[in-house]
C-alpha cells in the first residue's frame, strides 16, 4: 500500500487516519482512526426509509450516497486530519444494481421483504430440495435474506428492470465503486447466507450459472484495496468494502495467534468460528446454523441465538410485574442460593432446539425480581451452551472464547457460562467500533 506521509498546514501536523464509512440498517457512520488505531473523530447520520414500488420500506439509496459524498467532502475540509486509506463496511444481503451507464436501477431492496409462495415453489421445482440447497450453499432458506434470490425475483417478477441491470454489486462493492468506479465482487459479501455460492465447489451454484446472474457479478476480489481515489488532490487507496460481521471478526483474528470462537452478544447471540474445518450439515442448518466467509474466502461457522431479544422483553415484564425500573437487573448480583431456587422454576424462554410450542410462564412462580433473573440467565446460559458447541464443532476443549457486545458486561451471564462450560477460557472482550476498526485493519 503506498503510503502518504502526513500533510503540514500552518505549522500544525495533521493526524494521520484511515477513514472508514460503517453502514448499519439505522446508522450511518464515518470514522477516523489513527496510526494507533485508536478512534479520533465519529459523525453519524439517520434516515427515515422510503418504500419500493411495491410499498415495503427500503433504504433510501439516493440521500444515503449523497450523505456519504458530502461526509467525504467535510472530512477534506477539516484540516485537523490527513486521510490515507478508506474503507467501507455495511450489512449484508443487498444488492445495488446499476444499468450500463452506472445509474440504479432499482431500489436498495429491504432484505425482510417478503418473498412469494409461488416464486420459491418455482425455484425449488426447478433447482432441487430446498435443504439440499441450503447445504450446499451454507445458507438456511431465509427468503429474501437470500439475497441471491432477489435477483431471481426480479427476473421473474419484475423483467423489464431485470433486462436493465449491467452490473449487480453486493452493498460494500458499491460504497466502494463510489469512490474508485472500479467494479468488483468479494467474498464476505458473497458467503452471507446469500444462496449464492457453493461452498463445496469453491464457486457459484449451479443454479445461479443456468439463471445466468454470474454473469451480472463483476470479478471476485482478493485484494483489500480495490482502487484509488483523491484526498484534497492526492490519490490514496481505497479498499474493497467488507460484510459487517466477517469485518467485526478481524480485530479477533489479529488478536489471537491461536484458534478461538467469538460470541457476539446483543439482540442475537452468534457464536463465530473462523477454524471450522468441516462444511455445515443439515442439522447444522436447522438449529440456525450458517457459514460466512472470511475476506480470504474461509469458512466461518456462525449458530445464532435471538435470546438477547427474549432478554429484553422479558426484563421490561419483570419490571412491570415486580414494580421496579426497565434497567433493574442491572444491579443484581449473582446469589448461589436465589439461583438453585430459581432453577427448578418453568423455564422463561424458549428451546430454539425443540419444536414444542412455547408459553411464558406466569411471573406469579417467582417470589422476587432476582429469583425471575436469576432464572432467564441460567436458561439463556443452557441454550448458548448447545449453540457454542454447534459452532465449535464439538471440540472446544482449551480454546479461548472471546464474548462482546452488551452481554459482555453482564457477570452473571459471564460467571455462569464460565461454569457451564469450563473446558473454555472464557474472556469477556469489547472491542469500541469493532466493525469499522476491522475494515480499517485491512488497509494498514
Same mark, same amino acid.
Given at each position: 500500500?503506498?503510503?502518504?506521509?502526513?500533510?503540514?498546514?500552518?505549522?500544525? +501536523?495533521?493526524?494521520?487516519?484511515?477513514?472508514?464509512?460503517?453502514?448499519?440498517?439505522?446508522?450511518?457512520?464515518?470514522?477516523?482512526?489513527?496510526?494507533?488505531?485508536?478512534?479520533?473523530?465519529?459523525?453519524?447520520?439517520?434516515?427515515?426509509?422510503?418504500?419500493?414500488?411495491?410499498?415495503?420500506?427500503?433504504?433510501? !439509496?439516493?440521500?444515503?450516497?449523497?450523505?456519504?459524498?458530502?461526509?467525504?467532502?467535510? /472530512?477534506?475540509?477539516?484540516?485537523?486530519?490527513?486521510?490515507?486509506?478508506?474503507?467501507?463496511?455495511?450489512?449484508?444481503?443487498?444488492?445495488?444494481?446499476?444499468?450500463?451507464?452506472?445509474?440504479?436501477?432499482?431500489?436498495?431492496?429491504?432484505?425482510?421483504?417478503?418473498?412469494?409462495?409461488?416464486?420459491? +415453489?418455482?425455484?425449488?421445482?426447478?433447482?432441487?430440495?430446498?435443504?439440499?440447497?441450503?447445504?450446499?450453499?451454507?445458507?438456511?432458506?431465509?427468503?429474501?435474506?437470500?439475497?441471491?434470490?432477489?435477483?431471481?425475483?426480479?427476473?421473474?417478477?419484475?423483467?423489464?428492470?431485470?433486462?436493465?441491470?449491467?452490473?449487480?454489486?453486493?452493498?460494500?462493492?458499491?460504497?466502494?465503486?463510489?469512490?474508485?468506479? #472500479?467494479?468488483?465482487?468479494?467474498?464476505?459479501?458473497? %458467503?452471507?447466507?446469500?444462496?449464492?455460492?457453493?461452498?463445496?465447489?469453491?464457486?457459484?451454484?449451479?443454479?445461479?450459472?443456468? #439463471?445466468?446472474?454470474?454473469?451480472?457479478?463483476?470479478?471476485?476480489?482478493?485484494?483489500? #484495496?480495490? %482502487?484509488?481515489?483523491?484526498?484534497?488532490?492526492?490519490? /490514496?487507496?481505497?479498499?474493497? %468494502?467488507?460484510?459487517?460481521?466477517?469485518?467485526?471478526?478481524?480485530?479477533?483474528?489479529?488478536?489471537?495467534?491461536?484458534?478461538?470462537?467469538?460470541?457476539?452478544?446483543?439482540?442475537?447471540?452468534?457464536?463465530?468460528?473462523?477454524?471450522?474445518?468441516?462444511?455445515?450439515?443439515?442439522?447444522?442448518?436447522?438449529?440456525?446454523?450458517?457459514?460466512?466467509?472470511?475476506?480470504?474466502?474461509?469458512?466461518?461457522?456462525? =449458530?445464532?441465538?435471538? /435470546?438477547?431479544?427474549?432478554?429484553?422483553?422479558?426484563?421490561?415484564?419483570?419490571?412491570?410485574?415486580?414494580?421496579?425500573?426497565?434497567?433493574?437487573?442491572?444491579? /443484581?448480583?449473582?446469589?448461589?442460593?436465589?439461583?438453585?431456587?430459581?432453577? =427448578?422454576?418453568?423455564?422463561?424462554?424458549?428451546?430454539?432446539?425443540?419444536?414444542?410450542?412455547?408459553?411464558?410462564?406466569?411471573?406469579?412462580?417467582?417470589?422476587?425480581?432476582?429469583?425471575?433473573?436469576?432464572?432467564?440467565?441460567?436458561?439463556?446460559?443452557?441454550?448458548?451452551?448447545?449453540?457454542?458447541?454447534?459452532?465449535?464443532?464439538?471440540?472446544?476443549?482449551?480454546?479461548?472464547?472471546?464474548?462482546?457486545?452488551?452481554?459482555?458486561?453482564?457477570?452473571?451471564?459471564?460467571? !455462569?457460562?464460565?461454569?457451564?462450560?469450563?473446558?473454555?477460557?472464557?474472556?469477556?472482550?469489547?472491542?469500541?467500533? %469493532?466493525?469499522?476498526?476491522?475494515?480499517?485493519?485491512?488497509?494498514?
Amino acid at each position: 500500500m503506498v503510503y502518504y506521509p502526513p500533510i503540514i498546514s500552518n505549522r500544525i +501536523k495533521m493526524i494521520s487516519t484511515t477513514a472508514i464509512f460503517d453502514i448499519g440498517k439505522t446508522n450511518k457512520k464515518i470514522l477516523l482512526f489513527n496510526d494507533a488505531l485508536e478512534l479520533v473523530h465519529e459523525v453519524q447520520q439517520n434516515f427515515n426509509e422510503i418504500e419500493d414500488e411495491d410499498g415495503s420500506p427500503c433504504e433510501n !439509496l439516493k440521500e444515503l450516497t449523497n450523505w456519504m459524498l458530502n461526509a467525504w467532502k467535510n /472530512i477534506e475540509q477539516d484540516t485537523r486530519f490527513h486521510v490515507k486509506a478508506l474503507n467501507f463496511t455495511t450489512y449484508g444481503a443487498s444488492f445495488v444494481h446499476l444499468d450500463a451507464h452506472d445509474i440504479p436501477v432499482t431500489p436498495l431492496y429491504n432484505y425482510l421483504k417478503p418473498f412469494p409462495e409461488h416464486l420459491s +415453489k418455482q425455484f425449488y421445482k426447478k433447482y432441487g430440495n430446498p435443504i439440499d440447497i441450503a447445504t450446499t450453499t451454507a445458507s438456511p432458506v431465509l427468503g429474501m435474506l437470500n439475497s441471491g434470490l432477489q435477483i431471481y425475483w426480479l427476473k421473474y417478477e419484475h423483467p423489464l428492470l431485470f433486462n436493465k441491470i449491467a452490473h449487480s454489486l453486493h452493498f460494500p462493492q458499491y460504497c466502494s465503486w463510489l469512490f474508485t468506479k #472500479e467494479f468488483a465482487s468479494e467474498f464476505t459479501s458473497i %458467503g452471507c447466507h446469500t444462496m449464492i455460492w457453493n461452498h463445496e465447489k469453491n464457486n457459484y451454484h449451479d443454479w445461479v450459472i443456468e #439463471e445466468g446472474i454470474d454473469k451480472l457479478f463483476p470479478k471476485i476480489s482478493r485484494s483489500p #484495496e480495490l %482502487g484509488t481515489t483523491l484526498f484534497r488532490g492526492i490519490k /490514496i487507496p481505497v479498499g474493497t %468494502g467488507l460484510h459487517d460481521s466477517s469485518s467485526a471478526l478481524i480485530p479477533y483474528l489479529k488478536k489471537s495467534k491461536e484458534p478461538f470462537l467469538l460470541l457476539s452478544t446483543g439482540t442475537w447471540c452468534i457464536t463465530l468460528n473462523p477454524f471450522a474445518k468441516n462444511n455445515i450439515t443439515q442439522e447444522e442448518l436447522s438449529k440456525d446454523c450458517l457459514n460466512f466467509l472470511t475476506f480470504e474466502g474461509k469458512q466461518v461457522k456462525a =449458530s445464532r441465538l435471538f /435470546i438477547g431479544n427474549d432478554h429484553e422483553i422479558l426484563t421490561k415484564r419483570f419490571a412491570a410485574h415486580f414494580f421496579r425500573e426497565k434497567d433493574f437487573y442491572k444491579q /443484581i448480583k449473582l446469589d448461589k442460593i436465589i439461583l438453585e431456587k430459581a432453577k =427448578s422454576k418453568t423455564s422463561l424462554i424458549k428451546d430454539y432446539y425443540q419444536t414444542e410450542e412455547f408459553k411464558i410462564p406466569d411471573l406469579d412462580v417467582f417470589e422476587t425480581y432476582e429469583e425471575a433473573y436469576h432464572k432467564l440467565i441460567w436458561d439463556m446460559v443452557q441454550l448458548q451452551k448447545k449453540s457454542i458447541l454447534i459452532a465449535s464443532e464439538n471440540d472446544y476443549k482449551g480454546k479461548s472464547l472471546f464474548i462482546d457486545g452488551g452481554f459482555s458486561r453482564n457477570p452473571i451471564f459471564i460467571t !455462569l457460562l464460565r461454569e457451564a462450560i469450563p473446558e473454555l477460557k472464557i474472556e469477556s472482550y469489547e472491542i469500541n467500533q %469493532g466493525t469499522a476498526l476491522g475494515a480499517c485493519m485491512m488497509m494498514n
